[in-house]
């Protein structure tokens, strides 16, 4: 593959609030022709000059606010090192956030840290995901054919989203003034979109949700914020975003930017996430395969569950017959909230993701090299515990859920999924996308 053109090294640097969204967002931008690494964490060192963008994948989405701006200005300095031009934070396509923030705080922070910058005086928050049936209306949020507080958010035991009018929501987290840009400009494209920003602009309004209810809308917003110092949003809205840096002539063609090398190996599917979707998934996926249930109340009993899994997968891929498993804590919502309730939101979340994470150490060690994980609080525990450093983003399996491997010297394959992301055979759709992972 060659690509040719005038900057070298990545144009857009992007800000993730949790692992699942990074590769999500990468994804996206795989698709639009950029060659892609995601980041775990800010890296100590520049590594991206191959790149056309980057994106930081940090764990800061449910984290104390003020630890969570202090995470993404560090990745902010760190982007602009690199010589990125433009900057992408990006949230989940359901707003998972709180009154105190996350996602106010932090879009509040990286503007007035671009403040030197054009453009850096107003962006828009679009979390806008029609692929996967997140749409937004006259500023509420629809997850499919129902408001985001009946969509099953309501019960989020850690973000629990009540209220779907985003400018509601997002004016309790941020000092900013926040307004709305509406379909009726965005449907009509690029220069209405424009239009209906600079007029916002001109009310003193900094922060805009923007509606979007088609992928046409989310290619106009993209093109109607190309001279904004940074967009937030979903995945969604960076499908607009290759294209302008293609007609500035800072981006050639690439054509096979998800190319990946090869990686053999033993598989495993992590849940623990409790989404519906992932019930779901897990649901199929215990009909007629192999799957050993981390129990979160049993772990607070000091029960040896973690080396209880390792064995049970080590059996199955080990024999005469090698089957991947799948090791899940995943739970209905109430039972979630039973086990909470014993022991504290904090400790059954903490408690869950680093059993799997452990789970996930103990099977590289023996050889696995293919993980499928459900769940971003748990992706992230897990590429951390496999000691991760970076990303190479790959071709797409479901919406928002690409294939990716690790820069490591020995690579490992990985598919991290939001929770709420995937078909109900994700599981198996994904180790056979794995399997396929051809240089």
């Keep these: 593959m060659t690509v040719s053109r005038k900057q070298t090294g990545p144009v857009l640097g992007c800000i993730a609030d949790d692992f699942t969204g990074a590769t999500d967002l990468a994804n996206m931008l ?17 590594d ?16 104390d606010a003020a630890d969570a701006v202090a995470q993404a200005l560090a990745a902010l300095a760190w982007l602009r090192a690199q010589g990125c031009r433009q900057f ?8 998972d956030s709180t009154d105190a923030g996350n996602i106010g705080p932090v879009t509040d922070a990286l503007l007035d840290a671009l403040n030197e910058l054009p453009g850096s005086d107003f962006t828009i928050a679009c979390p806008a995901f029609p692929e996967n049936g997140r749409t937004v209306y006259h500023g509420h949020l629809f997850v499919g054919d129902v408001l985001l507080n009946e969509s099953g958010m309501q019960n989020h035991p850690l973000t629990p989203m009540t209220d779907p009018n985003l400018v509601r929501v997002l004016q309790r987290q941020t000092h900013s003034k926040v307004g709305l840009v509406r379909y009726e400009a965005v449907t009509k494209g690029p220069a209405a979109a424009r239009a209906a ?3 916002l602009r001109a009310e003193r309004v900094r922060i805009a949700i923007a509606d979007a209810a088609c992928d046409a809308d989310l290619y106009a917003l993209g093109e109607a914020c190309a001279d904004l110092a940074l967009v937030t949003g979903g995945s969604g809205v960076a499908l607009g975003l290759p294209a302008n840096f293609r007609r500035a002539g800072l981006l050639a063609q690439a054509e096979q930017a998800g190319r990946l090398p090869g990686v053999d190996g033993p598989a495993v599917v992590l849940a623990g996430s409790a989404s519906r979707a992932t019930n779901a998934q897990v649901a199929a996926w215990r009909v007629d395969k192999p799957s050993f249930r981390i129990d979160p109340l049993a772990l607070a009993r000091g029960e040896a569950l973690v080396e209880q899994a390792v064995a049970f997968a080590h059996g199955h891929f080990n024999g005469a017959q090698p089957q991947p498993v799948l090791i899940y804590a995943t739970t209905t919502p109430e039972e979630v ?6 022991l504290g939101v904090a400790q059954a979340g903490q408690l869950v993701e680093q059993a799997l994470a452990t789970v996930a150490r103990e099977l590289r060690t023996l050889g696995v090299r293919k ?4 769940g971003g609080e748990t992706s992230g525990a897990v590429v951390q515990a496999l000691g991760v450093q970076s990303l190479r983003i790959g071709a797409q399996i479901d919406p928002g859920v690409p294939a990716t491997v690790s820069t490591d010297d020995t690579p490992i394959a990985l598919a991290l999924k939001s929770g709420n992301f995937g078909t109900v055979d994700f599981f198996s759709k994904a180790l056979k996308h794995l399997d396929g992972v051809v240089s």
């Design 371 to 374: 993980f499928v994980v459900a």
């Design 48 to 63: 991206a000059a191959d790149a056309d963008a980057v994106v930081v994948a940090l764990k800061s989405r449910t984290m």
């Design 337 to 342: 909230q039973a086990v909470q309730h014993e």
């Design 88 to 95: 992408f934070f990006k949230y989940c396509s359901t707003f």
């Design 30 to 46: 795989v698709r639009g022709g950029m060659r892609t690494v995601q980041t775990i964490g800010v890296p100590g060192t520049p």
């Design 197 to 199: 920003l600079d007029a």
